[in-house]
């Protein structure tokens, strides 16, 4: 069964202090891997897309990287704009691009 | 606008009654999708379309639900006889195609309250 998890579910940061948040998946023939950004009340805003092992994306204080079972958002001396829940999403097997999404990582960073 | 619109952004209702959700999706984006946000829980997929070809339903919980879409333009999600576990943020997507290397971009949702 396609299954995507994240942990931990809640994380607190002090500003400046780097971490990292994880998304285990389990499905046929990765398409991709995408993460997403979600304030309170409002939609998943679209961070990047994995598609192989080894790869890596950077964008500002995150960079997220790849395995064959997993991914990581790193998030590198956060600031208090960082708080947010973080979504990483994977394609079910054989479905175009209906997603499976875990249940996120809320993170809090405080000054 | 440039962005995914939904509307309402919030709907109350009574329990019993029926309610419809309209998206509009970004122009050019062939494909869109419906998903369930229930509260504290990940999103659950329920229906996408693409261009004109037969819509994917195979995420709705139950009868209740349908929805529709004009060509590649604003879609609705109807639910009939509501219930209070409907409760929740439905949320639209659209990307340019269904392709599943297309990141699906997001509108803000409508919440939903059952009473």
């Known amino acids: 069964e396609d299954q995507v998890t994240q942990s931990p579910e809640a994380l607190r940061l002090q500003e400046g202090e780097s971490s990292s948040l994880n998304c285990s998946y389990t499905v046929s023939g990765l398409r991709g891997l995408f993460w997403y950004r979600q304030d309170p009340g409002k939609g998943p805003e679209f961070l990047f897309t994995l598609y192989s092992a080894g790869e890596e994306k950077e964008k500002e204080r995150l960079k997220a990287t790849l395995t064959k079972k997993e991914s990581f958002l790193h998030i590198t001396a956060p600031k208090p704009e960082d708080s947010a829940t973080y979504l990483c999403?994977?394609?079910?097997?054989?479905?175009?691009?209906?997603?499976?999404f875990g249940a996120g990582t809320r993170l809090a960073v405080h000054p | 606008g440039a962005g995914v619109s939904q509307s309402p952004s919030n709907k109350v209702t009574e329990k019993g009654k029926d309610v419809e959700l309209r998206c509009d999706p970004i122009?050019?984006?062939?494909?869109l999708y419906w998903y369930r946000q229930r509260l504290g829980q990940g999103l659950e997929f329920l229906i996408y379309f693409q261009g004109n070809s037969a819509p994917d339903k195979s995420g709705l919980p139950s009868d209740r639900f349908s929805a529709e879409r004009t060509g590649e333009s604003v879609s609705t999600l109807t639910i009939q006889r509501t219930q209070q576990e409907d409760s929740a943020v439905y949320l639209c997507a659209s990307s340019v195609s269904i392709l599943s290397n297309q990141p699906q971009h997001f509108g803000d949702g409508t919440r939903l309250s059952i009473l």
């Open positions: 999403a994977v394609p079910i097997s054989g479905g175009y691009n209906k997603l499976i």
């Open positions: 122009s050019g984006h062939t494909a």
